[in-house]
Each structure stands twice: as C-alpha cells, then as structure tokens.
C-alpha cells in the first residue's frame, strides 16, 4: 500500500487512496503548462508516472512515446524512484507549482526555502 500522507516542507497533504499526486507549473522561458504525476510506492518513495507539457520549445521536448491529446504533448515513464522532490521557490518564475490529489494547493509563488516534498515517514494508505 501507498503512504496515505505526503509532507510539503512543514505541511501534510492528504493523498488519494491510490497514492498519486500531480505537479503542475509554467515553464519559465516558453510560458507553457507543465504537468507531472507521481505515485508514491510502497517502499515510501516517489516514482514518476508521466508527464505533459502544453507546447514544445527549450526543454519541453515530450518523452519517449509521446502523443499529443486535448493541446497536451503527454507520455508515460517508469522511474527511476527517488525519496524526495526539491523544489526551488524563487519567487522570481511566471508562477508556483500546483500540488493536487484529493484537493489542489499552490506551493512555491513566493521567494522562499526549497520546498521538500517527501511520503509520510510511517504512513500507510487504507
């Protein structure tokens, strides 16, 4: 079973049953929407599920598999799994990032700390 809880810096976020979660932001040069989903394992880590971006340009190139669908270049992918996202909060791109599973929350709009994003220690889902 998955970790029912992730923790967002300071802050825990109730997950979906299925322990996914997606990221969502603008690209900060082609001012394009990026989306990724993640799944938290059973071993209490993330893996990356897939991922879209909303057009193409300086390191928006779609992944292997790629297809485009509803304005979105969008594929899937297999890992590699990590123990935590860093995300960099410079207050200084178009935009935060939007963490969504059972609700959404913008995180990141502000200048502030990197933002660690990691599965509850201990927590498991239902």
């Known amino acids: 079973m998955s970790a029912s809880c992730l923790m967002v810096g300071a802050t825990m976020m109730a997950l979906a049953s299925n322990g996914q979660f997606s990221l969502q932001w603008m690209h900060s040069v082609e001012h394009e929407g990026w989306r990724e989903h993640w799944q938290v394992t059973d071993h209490d880590t993330l893996r990356l599920v897939g991922a879209a971006v909303k057009g193409s340009g300086a390191g928006m190139e779609p992944g292997p598999g790629g297809h485009f669908e509803d304005g979105w270049w969008v594929w899937t992918t297999d890992g590699p799994d990590v123990p935590a996202l860093n995300l960099a909060a410079s207050g200084a791109t178009i935009s935060g990032w ?16 990197p933002i660690h994003i990691a599965p509850c220690d201990g927590a498991k889902g239902d």
């Open 98 to 113: 939007t963490l969504c599973s059972k609700g959404c929350e913008t995180i990141g709009a502000d200048r502030e700390a």
